[in-house]
């Protein structure tokens, strides 16, 4: 049976109790016959890690990353640290180093969880959506110029390169072709404002779409995108976008299916020279860390992508399999799903259906 090396990296606020869950999953599936098996190396990186050296991790952190098959993520964030050091001393250079360029966040409503959204049935809300995950309005250019002075100037560039561009969109139009869906890719676009970056990226959606006739195509300024996610979810099968308008709207449509507690991504290095990273979308969630109280549903979830990605198709069914199941019957769930079971009551009952399965 293949064995595959994990770092784990549990981070802030409930990261560490979420990803407590999924390992559990994980380690039930190396208990069935024939499973995988997964030898783990903790990193106790993030903001405990930060407050005692400086760093949110070591020097030699991403060397240390390099030689696993898969980073499993919690979550960063500190309240009393500020976001862009959390963020920009972790995780985004995670993302640019292993050249994760396509971040991957499913959407769907299942059966047994309520929209927000009146009169959406289960299946209604079926969307992935692609986001450009290492460089567009992320990419770390820029500066400031005569800082503290009343002369104080701020420039922040946004890259978008040619390659990294196609290679988000060619994904998106790859997946939705293998997806059976309703064969329709939405670009998100802002061109009518950013005259070079989005016009840029319209022009290459436009040259990548002539190599999939089959699927139908339509192009979405991002209020318009934003609005339409909010009324008419239904009518999206897979988005593309760039880095900023694809985090704010997956957000949106997380919670458009029911909670952000069921919203699992994958950062994906198309190439498979670097280790890619497997992720809950909801963050650190301060005000219930520590209080097992986290949906670890989006971490397990993020498991389930993690052995699709190592061609585990059938390990990844079977967690998809007991998710879908559990939130059916509805016998455990947590808060934000109108239930009051704790995080690791949720763990036990997606090991157990997937005992049964």
Known sequence: MPE???AVIAGDGVGPEVVAEGRKVLDALSQASGGPTFRYTEYPWGSAYYRE???????????LLQGHDAILFGAVGDPDIPDHITLQGLLLPMRRAFDQALNI?????????????????????DMVIFRENTEGEYAPVGGRLYEGTPDETVIQTGVFTRRGTERII???????????GRLKVTSVTKSN???????????????????????????????????????????????????????????????????????????????RKHPSMFESVHGAAFDIAGKNLANPLATISATAM???????????????????RSL???KVVTGDLGGSASTTEVGDEIVRLLGEG
């Open 105 to 125: 966040r499913p959407c769907y409503l299942h059966p047994g969880v309520v929209s927000p959204i009146s009169g959406k049935q289960p299946g209604d809300v």
């Open 53 to 63: 050296t400086g760093r949110m991790m070591p020097e030699d952190g991403l060397e």
């Open 306 to 324: 993690m052995m699709d990605h190592f061609g585990e198709h059938q390990s990844a069914r079977r967690i998809d399999g007991a998710v879908a």
């Open 328 to 330: 059916q019957e509805r």
């Open 193 to 271: 404002a950013l005259a070079f970056s989005m016009v840029f990226w319209d022009e290459v959606f436009e040259d990548v779409a002539k190599d999939y006739p089959q699927v139908s195509t339509e192009s979405l300024l991002v209020d318009r995108a934003s609005m339409d996610l909010v009324r008419w979810p239904e009518d999206f099968d897979v988005i593309v976008s760039s880095n900023l308008f694809g985090d704010i709207l997956s957000d949106i449509a997380a919670v458009v299916t029911g909670s952000m507690g069921l919203a699992a991504s994958a950062n994906v290095n198309p190439g």
């Open 4 to 6: 595959y090396n994990l």
């Open 170 to 180: 060619r994904a998106a139009f790859d997946n939705c072709v293998q997806r059976n």
